[in-house]
């Protein structure tokens, strides 16, 4: 066995020839972007051409080749390369260029067979955190950030606070889940309260509240809901 051999399975050698591939495979498409724009000018030497004839190139891989979004843009950027790494050539804004349109896909709902199958693979905490996703239509952050004033056992809603676009808004609280939260609540709270008792149990408070309730961190409204 040889040095290099040996270095090379000391290091990885999967994950090392794994880049050598990327590179490689980068270079070839580079090469041939550059071929192809070289003959789309009729053998013209890039040199001679400039952001005119970029644009003219780029633009008929959308127009005329129907090329996806993700191909244009490699063609864009193996020419830059050619132009700033080869030929030394500063290459300025590109107008008018007409971009390939990324394709619109529908996102993948789940039946409600499907949402039955994973609900009943949860229990617990787990559980309360599925279905306030599900149910009440809260983002994961959103769920962990929840805090106990928030929830609103009379009217069935959940107010959101600091939302996207860092707005407020209320959802709906799903009935199946009330009596299941309640006890969930019990048993945080009795668990906050031991935290007293052991001198812990604040938590943070956004923006100045901390200062202007100077014990509002430790009060069980302000406490997260545990999910």
Known sequence: MNDATSTLQSIGKPKLLTQVRQVIRTE???VNWIRKFILF???????EMGETEIGQF???LAVKKHVAASTQNQALSAILFLYNEVLQQEIGTIDNLIWAKRP????????????????RQLSGTTWIMA???????LRLLECLRLRVQDIDFTYKQITIRDAKGQKDRI???????????KQHL???????????QAGFGTVYLPFALERKYS?????WGWQPVGC
């Open 186 to 196: 019990k048993k945080v709270k009795a668990l906050h309260e031991k935290d007293l």
């Open 28 to 30: 070839e498409a580079y």
């Open 41 to 47: 000018h009729n053998k013209r030497h890039p040199a």
């Open 215 to 219: 014990k509002a961190n430790r009060q």
């Open 58 to 60: 780029i633009t008929d």
């Open 131 to 137: 279905m306030l996703l599900y149910g009440s239509g």
């Open 171 to 181: 959802t709906m609280l799903p009935e199946i889940l009330i009596d299941p939260l």
């Open 104 to 119: 619109k896909r529908l996102p993948v709902v789940l039946t409600r067979d499907e949402v039955k199958a994973v609900m």
